[in-house]
């Protein structure tokens, strides 16, 4: 039983690059969330998904886009990566949203 | 707008030593609180979740106990021990079912 496994850890990207951050959960959850934690603010939630299908916008959502096109799966894009967006990217998973969150080890970006 | 506040930011005690970490919220109107556990270039682990209808929860040495009223919530940790030693988090799930998280406790226990 892995949990959550994301895909890449590390990465460095030049500004306007694009990329793709894959997560995957093999606990069957309905709820999936993609988090970036800065120092000094915390994890913020960049979007979310309820189920296969769905995806719904978090806190920072701008830069960002998501697809959720089978439920183990909640993948992150960055269409024109910016410095803005260097950060620790964490994803997590849950059964309905009053439950306990599992999250995965992260993604260090780097964007030049 | 919930707004979760953790204070103090770094915490060092000895070994052995109990110690109680805060958490503070703005909004009363809360569906459940969890605390996690981050060690440093890992991901977060959920250690306790407190429903809005329960008042604490306990797992081996951990306490979290939940008051709304107030806005409070605090995790007691018993008898500290080096392996401890991580940042602690908590974060609260309010209307619209978003978790906010406040920025954490970094523990430090010495041997």
């Known amino acids: 039983n892995a949990g959550v496994t994301q895909t890449p850890k590390f990465r460095v990207l030049k500004t306007g690059q694009s990329m793709t951050l894959l997560c995957a959960q093999d606990?069957?959850?309905?709820?999936m969330y993609w988090y970036r934690q800065d120092p000094g603010m915390g994890l913020r939630l960049i979007h979310y998904s309820v189920g296969e299908g769905t995806t719904a916008k978090g806190e920072v959502p701008d830069g960002y886009n998501v697809s959720r096109l089978k439920k183990q799966n909640f993948l992150l894009g960055l269409e024109s990566a910016a410095p803005s967006q260097t950060s620790v990217y964490f994803c997590?998973?849950?059964?309905?949203?009053?439950?306990?969150?599992?999250f995965g080890s992260g993604t260090q970006l780097s964007v030049l | 707008k919930q707004e979760v506040t953790q204070i103090p930011a770094a915490l060092s005690v000895p070994e052995g030593e109990n110690l109680v970490l805060n958490c503070s919220f703005t909004d009363s109107a809360i569906y459940n609180l969890q605390w996690f556990r981050q060690d440093p270039g890992k991901g977060l682990t959920s250690l306790l979740l407190i429903q809005s209808s329960q008042r604490e929860q306990t797992s081996g040495r951990l306490n979290a106990s939940l008051d709304k009223s107030s806005g409070r919530s605090t995790l007691y940790i018993a008898a500290s021990q080096p392996g401890d030693s991580a940042t602690y988090l908590c974060a609260g799930r309010g209307g619209g079912g978003k978790l906010i998280f406040g920025q954490g406790t970094e523990l430090s226990v010495k041997p």
């Open positions: 606990m069957n959850h309905e709820y």
């Open positions: 997590a998973s849950s059964y309905p949203s009053n439950e306990k969150l599992f």
